[in-house]
Protein backbone atom coordinates (compact mmCIF):
# COMPACT_ATOMS: atom_id res chain seq x y z
CA UNK A 1 0.00 0.00 0.00
CA UNK A 2 2.75 2.11 0.97
CA UNK A 3 4.07 1.69 -3.15
CA UNK A 4 0.70 2.97 -4.43
CA UNK A 5 0.54 5.86 -2.50
CA UNK A 6 4.19 6.91 -4.08
CA UNK A 7 2.69 5.91 -7.78
CA UNK A 8 -0.58 7.92 -7.43
CA UNK A 9 1.79 11.13 -6.58
CA UNK A 10 4.04 10.59 -9.51
CA UNK A 11 0.90 9.83 -11.47
CA UNK A 12 -0.23 13.36 -10.12
CA UNK A 13 2.52 15.35 -11.09
CA UNK A 14 2.65 13.59 -14.68
CA UNK A 15 -0.59 14.24 -14.91
CA UNK A 16 0.08 18.40 -13.60
CA UNK A 17 3.05 18.36 -16.55
CA UNK A 18 0.96 17.08 -19.07
CA UNK A 19 -1.33 19.99 -18.45
CA UNK A 20 1.22 22.61 -18.60
CA UNK A 21 3.21 20.94 -21.60
CA UNK A 22 -0.35 21.48 -23.60
CA UNK A 23 -0.63 24.70 -22.73
CA UNK A 24 3.23 25.82 -23.76
CA UNK A 25 2.30 24.69 -27.28
CA UNK A 26 2.19 27.86 -29.40
CA UNK A 27 -1.22 28.69 -31.31
CA UNK A 28 0.00 26.57 -34.41
CA UNK A 29 0.59 23.55 -32.71
CA UNK A 30 -2.49 23.98 -30.16
CA UNK A 31 -4.67 24.36 -32.92
CA UNK A 32 -3.61 21.25 -35.01
CA UNK A 33 -3.57 19.18 -32.07
CA UNK A 34 -7.27 20.31 -31.63
CA UNK A 35 -7.72 19.81 -35.07
CA UNK A 36 -6.97 16.15 -35.43
CA UNK A 37 -9.19 15.12 -32.10
CA UNK A 38 -11.53 16.79 -33.83
CA UNK A 39 -11.55 15.11 -36.98
CA UNK A 40 -11.35 11.67 -34.99
CA UNK A 41 -14.05 12.24 -33.06
CA UNK A 42 -16.52 13.51 -36.00
CA UNK A 43 -15.25 10.26 -37.86
CA UNK A 44 -16.23 8.17 -34.85
CA UNK A 45 -19.26 9.98 -34.43
CA UNK A 46 -20.43 10.90 -37.81
CA UNK A 47 -21.32 14.35 -36.45
CA UNK A 48 -19.98 18.07 -37.19
CA UNK A 49 -18.24 19.03 -34.34
CA UNK A 50 -16.92 22.94 -33.25
CA UNK A 51 -13.20 22.90 -32.68
CA UNK A 52 -14.23 25.22 -29.43
CA UNK A 53 -16.25 22.46 -27.70
CA UNK A 54 -13.56 19.83 -28.13
CA UNK A 55 -11.03 22.36 -26.30
CA UNK A 56 -13.42 23.37 -23.50
CA UNK A 57 -14.30 19.83 -23.15
CA UNK A 58 -10.54 18.88 -23.04
CA UNK A 59 -9.98 21.43 -20.21
CA UNK A 60 -12.54 19.96 -18.17
CA UNK A 61 -11.42 16.13 -18.91
CA UNK A 62 -7.95 16.78 -18.10
CA UNK A 63 -8.87 18.62 -15.09
CA UNK A 64 -10.89 15.98 -13.71
CA UNK A 65 -8.65 13.38 -14.08
CA UNK A 66 -5.98 15.44 -12.10
CA UNK A 67 -8.95 15.76 -9.87
CA UNK A 68 -9.31 11.89 -9.31
CA UNK A 69 -5.41 12.00 -9.02
CA UNK A 70 -5.66 14.22 -6.54
CA UNK A 71 -8.22 12.84 -4.42
CA UNK A 72 -6.93 9.50 -4.70
CA UNK A 73 -3.70 11.07 -3.56
CA UNK A 74 -5.68 12.40 -0.12
CA UNK A 75 -6.92 8.75 0.28
CA UNK A 76 -4.10 7.01 0.20
CA UNK A 77 -2.45 9.45 2.40
CA UNK A 78 -5.53 8.75 4.94
CA UNK A 79 -6.50 12.19 4.66
CA UNK A 80 -10.52 12.34 5.39
CA UNK A 81 -12.02 14.13 1.93
CA UNK A 82 -15.03 15.42 4.06
CA UNK A 83 -12.29 17.71 6.14
CA UNK A 84 -10.00 18.25 2.96
CA UNK A 85 -12.13 18.30 -0.13
CA UNK A 86 -10.95 22.38 -0.23
CA UNK A 87 -7.29 21.38 -0.19
CA UNK A 88 -7.97 19.31 -3.20
CA UNK A 89 -10.03 22.26 -4.85
CA UNK A 90 -7.32 24.81 -3.84
CA UNK A 91 -4.77 22.82 -5.56
CA UNK A 92 -6.92 22.15 -8.91
CA UNK A 93 -7.67 25.82 -9.00
CA UNK A 94 -3.99 26.74 -8.22
CA UNK A 95 -2.92 24.38 -11.00
CA UNK A 96 -5.76 25.93 -13.46
CA UNK A 97 -4.05 29.43 -12.55
CA UNK A 98 -0.81 28.27 -13.35
CA UNK A 99 -1.79 26.75 -16.72
CA UNK A 100 -3.93 29.94 -18.03
CA UNK A 101 -0.66 31.83 -16.99
CA UNK A 102 1.73 30.10 -19.22
CA UNK A 103 -0.93 30.07 -22.15
CA UNK A 104 -0.06 33.69 -21.97
CA UNK A 105 3.30 33.38 -23.50
CA UNK A 106 2.96 30.95 -26.90
CA UNK A 107 2.57 33.29 -29.71
CA UNK A 108 -0.77 33.12 -30.47
CA UNK A 109 -2.47 31.86 -27.17
CA UNK A 110 -4.09 33.56 -24.78
CA UNK A 111 -5.37 33.27 -21.12
CA UNK A 112 -8.93 32.94 -20.35
CA UNK A 113 -11.00 32.91 -16.92
CA UNK A 114 -13.74 31.14 -18.40
CA UNK A 115 -11.10 28.41 -18.69
CA UNK A 116 -9.73 28.61 -15.15
CA UNK A 117 -13.87 27.94 -14.09
CA UNK A 118 -14.03 25.21 -16.93
CA UNK A 119 -10.68 23.74 -15.23
CA UNK A 120 -12.07 23.79 -11.95
CA UNK A 121 -15.13 22.16 -12.35
CA UNK A 122 -13.60 19.31 -13.84
CA UNK A 123 -11.85 19.38 -10.31
CA UNK A 124 -14.71 20.47 -8.36
CA UNK A 125 -16.87 16.93 -10.27
CA UNK A 126 -14.31 14.78 -9.88
CA UNK A 127 -13.57 15.56 -5.64
CA UNK A 128 -17.33 14.71 -5.55
CA UNK A 129 -18.02 11.53 -7.69
CA UNK A 130 -14.58 10.14 -6.04
CA UNK A 131 -15.55 11.47 -2.63
CA UNK A 132 -18.69 9.99 -2.81
CA UNK A 133 -17.44 6.66 -4.66
CA UNK A 134 -14.84 5.86 -1.83
CA UNK A 135 -17.81 6.85 1.08
CA UNK A 136 -19.71 3.79 -0.03
CA UNK A 137 -16.95 2.02 -0.94
CA UNK A 138 -16.05 2.15 2.69
CA UNK A 139 -19.52 1.47 4.58
CA UNK A 140 -20.10 -1.43 1.99
CA UNK A 141 -16.67 -2.85 3.76
CA UNK A 142 -17.46 -2.26 7.50
Known sequence: MSRLKYIFVILTVLCIGFIWINSSFDAVESSGLSGAIVVF?????????????????????EFAGLGVLLTC????????IKKNWHNIAFLGLLTAVVDETIQLFPKGRSSSLVDVWIDFAGVCCAVIVIGLLHKRVKIKTR
Open 41 to 61: IEKLIHIRINETVIRKMAHFT
Open 73 to 80: DFILWNAD
